[in-house]
């Protein structure tokens, strides 16, 4: 089963969309507007795959 939700990006604040994959105990977050893109573990809140254009990791 899959849950969707409308929230504001987290990286630029336009409309975006997350998704709860209760089966594969999955979150994924994605965003058109600015290809942000994560998937967390919803159990352990671990990132699995990330894609944040404009953030940058420290050095």
Avoid: W
């Amino acid at each position: 089963m899959q849950i969707k939700m409308t929230i504001h990006c987290p990286n630029c604040g336009s409309h975006a969309e997350r998704h709860y994959l209760l089966i594969s105990q999955l979150t994924r977050t994605q965003c058109p507007a600015c290809d942000y893109f994560m998937v967390t573990c919803s159990d352990t809140g671990r990132v699995v795959e990330a894609y944040a254009p404009g953030i940058y990791a420290p050095q």
